[in-house]
C-alpha cells in the first residue's frame, strides 16, 4: 500500500511493525504497514479475527506501542512520546466508541459523558452545558438521567458516542461499534456516523463486516497484518 501523504493528515502511519512474544520467539502482528486518514474522512478497516485489525487499532488509539516505524496523530510523533503522555493524548485527541459501550454502570447518562471532561480540567458547567448540547443533537436529551441498565442497546451506543464527542476529539475511532446492537439499532448507528461525517468528524472504525465497512467512504483491508485498500 502507498504510504505517501498528499495533503497532512490526521493520522499518518509509515512503516510500522508490531510483534508479540510467545515464548522465545517473537511472532509478528503487523508488518510494514502505511496509512493515512485525511481530515474529514471516514475509513473502515476491514479483517477477520486474527488479522491485525485490534492490534493495529490500539496503536491508532496510543493503547499499545509500535516495535519501529513512525505515527503522527493530529501532527504529533506518538512514536517519540513518552508512554506516561499517552493518557493525555488519548484523552484530548480520540473519541473511543466501544463495542460493549464501556459505560459505568452507576452513572447516568450525564456522568458518563460529562466524565472525560472533568478529567481534562473542564468545569461541571461547562461540561454540563456541552452535554446538553450533544445529546440533543443525538437526540437522547430525554434520557440525562437515567442510567445504563435503564437504556436500549442503540441508545447505549449514542451515549458512547456522545461522550465520544464531548471532547471535539481529532478522530473518533469506533471499534465493532454495531457487533452488540440488532439490525435496526446498528442501522440507526451507521446512519448518525453518516450524519456526523457531513458534520466535519474524522471517523475510522474497525470491523470484520462487509456490510458495515462499506457504510465508510473508505475501506482499508488488513490481513496477516498487511493492508490494501479497497475489496476484493
Known sequence: MNGRCIVISIIEIKNVNKGYQLGEDTVPVLKNVN??????????????????????????????????????????????????????????????????????????????????????????????????????????????????????????????????????????LADEPTGALDSASGQEVLKLFDELNEMGNTIVMITHDLKVAKKAKRIVKIIDGCLSDGID
Not at 63 to 77: C, H, I, P, T, W
Not at 100 to 127: C, D, F, K, W
Open 35 to 172: 496509512f493515512c486518514v485525511e481530515k474529514g474522512e471516514y475509513v473502515a478497516i476491514l479483517g477477520p479475527s486474527g488479522s491485525g485489525k485490534t492490534t493495529l487499532m490500539n496503536i491508532i488509539g496510543c493503547m499499545d506501542l509500535l516495535d519501529s516505524g513512525e505515527y503522527y496523530l493530529n501532527g504529533r510523533a506518538i512514536h517519540e512520546t513518552p508512554e506516561s503522555a499517552l493518557t493525555e493524548v488519548r484523552n484530548k485527541e480520540i473519541g473511543f466508541i466501544f463495542q460493549n459501550y464501556q459505560l459505568i454502570p452507576t452513572y447516568n447518562v450525564m456522568q458518563n459523558i460529562i466524565m472525560p471532561l472533568i478529567i481534562r480540567g473542564m468545569s461541571h458547567g461547562e461540561a454540563k452545558k456541552q452535554c446538553r448540547e450533544i445529546v440533543k443533537l443525538l437526540g437522547i436529551d430525554h434520557r440525562l438521567d437515567h442510567k445504563p441498565s435503564e437504556l436500549s442497546g442503540g441508545q447505549k451506543q449514542r451515549v458512547s458516542i456522545a461522550r465520544a464527542l464531548a471532547s471535539n476529539p481529532a478522530i473518533l
